[in-house]
């Protein structure tokens, strides 16, 4: 049995600026659907998808994660994301050790603090893009300051980070 089609382009523009609905029509018409303009399958519903991540026999990452070669060949081997078992497993828990609750602990304060000026300077704004000033800054800030990377150029690390 193949799974039904769900014909919108996943990065049309008419996608990209209403996702939400796009991803209930494909939740209400099945729970895997045929991409045909990406050459790909969405797993559409929230415990489905849970189960396949935690599938790796049948759902493997090794050989890319993304609809499009040229990046899957890109990222090939250079993240956990991008592993099979059992590199992995071993990326993971090298990842994962500095960034347990244990190990961040120390830093709560300093955390708190760089938080704290931040949103101090946004609402002195009186108005802020919430994603734009917020959420994506503080995570920038954070690491920053936690890894010593002087103020100058901190705005353009995303920039620079794509």
């Not at 959420?135 to 920039?159: I, Y």
């Amino acid at each position: 049995m193949h799974p039904p089609a769900y014909s919108t382009d996943f990065y049309s523009d008419t996608f990209l600026q209403d996702p939400y609905s796009h991803y209930r029509a494909m939740r209400d018409l099945a729970p895997v659907v045929h991409l045909p303009q990406n050459d790909g399958y969405a797993i559409t519903r929230y415990a489905d998808v849970r189960n396949a991540l935690r599938n790796d026999r049948l759902f493997i990452s090794g050989r890319g994660i993304t609809m499009n070669q040229p990046t899957n060949d890109m990222l090939a081997g250079t993240s956990a994301l991008n592993l099979d078992e059992p590199a992995h497993r071993e990326r993971r828990r090298i990842i994962a050790k500095p960034l347990m609750p244990s190990a961040l602990s120390p830093l709560k304060s300093q955390v708190q603090s760089i938080a704290d000026d931040l949103i101090d300077r946004l609402v002195c704004q009186g108005s802020f893009d919430g994603v734009r000033e917020f959420a994506h800054v503080l995570p920038l800030e954070l690491v920053s300051c936690l890894v010593g990377l002087p103020k100058d150029g901190r705005e353009r690390m995303l920039e620079w980070a794509n």
